[in-house]
């Protein structure tokens, strides 16, 4: 391997791995989202819905 070879192999692994590393963190610290828009309540409409058949 040439060392311009195994300087793009560093940093592909270091651009990969850090990305995980990044988001791994990230969604650690905001897990999701604790308020949702106005109407995005649940209306139960599963309890209404037509029946499903397997046929």
């Known amino acids: ?3 311009t ?3 793009f192999l560093v940093l592909a692994v270091a ?3 850090g990305g995980l590393i990044a988001s791994v963190v990230g969604l650690s610290r905001r897990p999701g989202r604790l ?3 106005p109407g995005g309540e649940d209306d139960h409409r599963e ?3 037509p029946v499903e ?3």
């Open 1 to 3: 391997m040439t060392a």
């Open 35 to 37: 308020d949702f828009p």
């Open 47 to 49: 309890d209404v819905a």
């Open 5 to 7: 070879a195994v300087f």
């Open 53 to 55: 058949r397997d046929t």
């Open 15 to 17: 651009l990969v791995w």
